[in-house]
Nanobody, 119 residues
Framework: VQLQASGGGGVQAGGSLRLSCAASGRTSSFVMAWFRQAPGKEREFVAGISRAGGNIGYGDSVKGRFTISRDNAKNTVYLQMNNLKTEDTAVYYC??????????????WGQGTQVTVSS
């Protein structure tokens, strides 16, 4: 499966962005997730969602602010990001895995989309 992330950009702290990840294959076959990586930091799990959307997990730093969702009819996964903070600045990646469980490990990765949050 090939993954294409979009929707990144610049926003002020407190603002919102929605990222999209379009897949070339059927997303219903995969567990999907978002990760991020800030300069000088390790890649961090942001959110994951099971094939039918019934099981969702979030990283501690985004709980209550970010929402992951999916539309399998459109082969697309979304990340709604609200109340953004400067520490959310990173390159965001979507990922897919053919196993079970939302926390990984993930087999397939898309290119990243930059999110920059200014104060």
């Amino acid at each position: 499966v090939q993954l294409q992330a979009s929707g990144g950009g610049g926003v002020q702290a407190g603002g919102s962005l929605r990222l999209s990840c379009a897949a070339s294959g059927r997303t219903s076959s995969f567990v999907m997730a978002w990760f991020r990586q800030a300069p000088g930091k390790e890649r961090e799990f942001v959110a994951g969602i099971s094939r039918a959307g019934g099981n969702i997990g979030y990283g501690d730093s985004v709980k209550g602010r970010f929402t992951i969702s999916r539309d399998n009819a459109k082969n697309t996964v979304y990340l709604q990001m609200n109340n953004l903070k400067t520490e959310d600045t990173a390159v965001y990646y979507c990922a897919a895995r053919s196993g079970v469980g939302v926390y990984g490990p993930y087999n397939y990765w898309g290119q990243g989309t930059q999110v920059t949050v200014s104060s």
